[in-house]
C-alpha cells in the first residue's frame, strides 16, 4: 500500500518536473495557408519552417504548424487555439492579409507577439496599441510600386494600362501604383480586373490594346498572372510589361515561357541573390538562404515567398536570446520582453534585405529590399 | 467596340461555351439518370488537364495513384459481398477487373516514359488514368446511397468534391499547368484572327454531341440510360439495372469532363482548382435547360461563355456577378412557367 502510494508520488513529481522542462521550450506558433488560393505561396514558407533552427540561445524550439486553407475564420481560430492550448511565446503567419489582419486583434488581446507574412502596409500602419505588437517581413507594396514607376519614368513612358486580379491583391496593387503613377505624371488609359481562375482575359486584353499604352501592368501573383501576358502577346501587343513580384517563382517561368522575354518586375534581391553584388550587405545572408532551401529541395526550388518566412525566423534568433535574459519561455514577462527585443532589430540582414524596426516601423526595410529584376532566357536577370 | 473586337469576342465566347455545353451535357446526363447534382464533374477537367501535362513532363501522374487505392478498395468491397453470399467464382475476375487493369496501366508506364509518345497516345493515356475514376467514385460514394433522397445525393457530391480538390492539390501542387497547342495554324476572318485550336474545341465539341446524340438514339446502352432517367422503377421492371445505368452515366461524364480539360488547357492554365468555375459555368448552362432538357442546356451554356466575353470587355471587374446573376431571372421564370412536382 505504502509502495504504491509512494510509487503514485514519484509519478507526480517525475511528471511536474518534466512539464516544468516542458515549460521552458519556447513554442513558436506558425499559421501558414497551405491550401486554398494562396497555396503557392504557404507552401515554400511552410518548406522552409521546418528548415529554422530547432534551438535559439540554448533553448528548444519548437514550431507548431497550422494550415489555415487561406481562410479568415480558419485563421483566427488557429491563433485563439496556438495561444489557450500550446501556450505559444511568439505567432508567426498568416501568409496572407485578411487573415493577417484579422489575427492582430486576438495577438494584441493576449499580449503575444506576431511577425506576419503577409505584403500589406496596414498590418503594420497606422502604428497603434494594437499593431505594438504586431511585425512583418515582406515588404510593402508601396516599395514596389514605387520601383515599378521609377523604372518606367527612366524609360520615359507616358501611358500604362493596368490588369489586375479581381480580389484584394490587384485592388491593393491598383490603389498604390494609381496614387504613385499620377503623382509621376504617368497617365493610366485602362483599369481591367480578371479572376485567378479565368480560362480567359480577351476582353479585358482587347479593351487594352484598343487604348494603345506604352506599357501594361499586370496585377497578380503565381502562374495566373501568365494568362494577361500569353494573351497581349498573341494579340500583337509590342509594349513594355511590368509584372509584380507576385509572380516571383520558377512554375511562372515554367507557364509564361517563351511570352515573358522581357518583362519587368520589382522582387525581394533574394531572388537574384547569385547575381548581387559582393559589396551588398543582403547577397550572403540571402545565399545562405537558397543554399538551405535548395539542398532541401532540389535546384530552382526557391522561391521568394517561402524567404519570407525564413526572415521571420532570423528575426527570432536574433531576439530570443536577449529576451531570454529578462524572462523565462512561457511568461507573459517573455512575451513582452521578446517584442521588445524584436522592435529593437537593427542592422540584421536576412534574405530579403535590412532590417531596422523601430517603434513606428515594425517592417524595418529600405531601399536595399527591392531590386528590379528582368526576364531573361527564361531567368530572371538583376537589372542593374 | 468595332466588329474586329465584336467578332474576336464572340470567337471567344462561343471556344468558352462550347466547353461549357459539355460540361453542361454531362450534368443533365447525370442528373436524369441517378438525380445526382454533380459537383465534382469539373475536378475531371482539371484531372484530365493536369494528367496530360504531367504525362507530358515525364512525371507519373497523381491520379495513377488514385486509380489503384480506389480499384483496390473497391475490389475489397465487392470481393466482400461476393464472399459473404458465396459467390466465390467471381473473386477473381473482381480482383482482376479492380486491381489488375490499374496496376497494368501502372507498369506500363513506369516501363515506357510517356514523355515521348505521341500527342495522341498521351491523350489516350490521360484519360484511360482519369476516365475509370468516374464510375469507381460513383460505386464507391453514390450507390450506396443512391436510392435516398436528392439533398443526401447532393451533400455526397459536395464532400466528393471537397475530397478532389484537395487531392488534387496534392498531386499536383498550387501551380497551374499548360498543354502544348494541338495546332499552331490560324485563319485569318473578316480581318481577325482565328486559332486553330479555337476551331479545334469548337469542331470536337460538336463531334461529342452528335456522338452522343448517336449513342442515346442507337445503341441498346443509351436507350437503357434514356429509360432510366425516364422512369426508374420502370427501367428496374424491364431489367435495366440502375447501378450499370449509374456507372455508364458517371464513366460518360468523367469522360466528357477529362476530354473537356484536355481541350482547353492549351488555351489557358489549368490549376488544380480551377475546375470547379468551369463546372459552376456548365452548371448554371444546365439549369437553363432545367436540368432536364440537353438541347436548352448546351444553348444556355453557349449562352454563358458569350456572356462572360462581352462582359469581360465591359465590365472586366463584374464579370462573374453577370454569369452568375443569370441564374436568378432563369429560375423565375423556370417556376413561373412549370408547375412544380414533388419527388416521390
Redesign the interface.
Known sequence: MNLHRFTLRLLTLVAATCAAVGHAEINVGVIISA?G?A??L??PEKNTVALLPTTIGNQKVNYIVLDDASDTTAATKNIRKLITENKVDVIVGSTITPNSLAMIDVAAEAETPMISLAAAARIVEPMDAKRYWVFKTPQNDAQMATAIVQHMTDRSIKTVAY?GF?DAYGEGWWNEFSKIAEARKIQIVAN?????????????V??IL?AKPDAVLIGGS???A??PQKSLK?KGYKGLMYQTHGVA?A??L??CGKDCEGTFLPAGPVLVAAQLPDSNPVKKSAQEYVNKYEAAHGKGSVSTFGAHAWDAGRLLENAIPVALKKASPGSKEFRKSLRDALEATRNLSVAHGVFNMSAQDHLGFDQRARVMVKIEGGAWKLVQ | MDLQIALLLGQDGIANGAIYALLALALVLVFAVTRVIFIPQGEFVAFGALTLAGLQAGQLPGTLWLLLCLGSVIAMVEGWGAWRERRLKQIPLIVLVNCGAPLLLAGALLTFSPAGLPLLIQVLVALLVVVPLGPMIYRLAYQPVADLSVLVLLIVSVAVHVTLVGLGLLFFGAEGSRTPAFTDTSFEFAGATLQGQTLLVLLASLVLIVALYLFFERTIYGKALRATAMNRTGARLMGISSSLAGLLSFGLSAAIGAFSGILISPLTTIYYDSGFLIGLKGFVGAIIGGLASYPVAAAGALLVGLLEAYSSFWASAFKEVIVFTLVIPVLLWRSLKSRHVEEE
Open positions: 491550401t488560393p497555396a503557392s504557404g507552401i490588369i479581381a481591367e480586373r480578371f479572376n485567378r481562375t479565368d480560362t480567359s482575359v480577351t476582353g479585358q482587347l479593351k484598343a503565381g502562374t495566373p501568365a494568362l498573341e517563382n512554375d511562372f515554367r507557364v
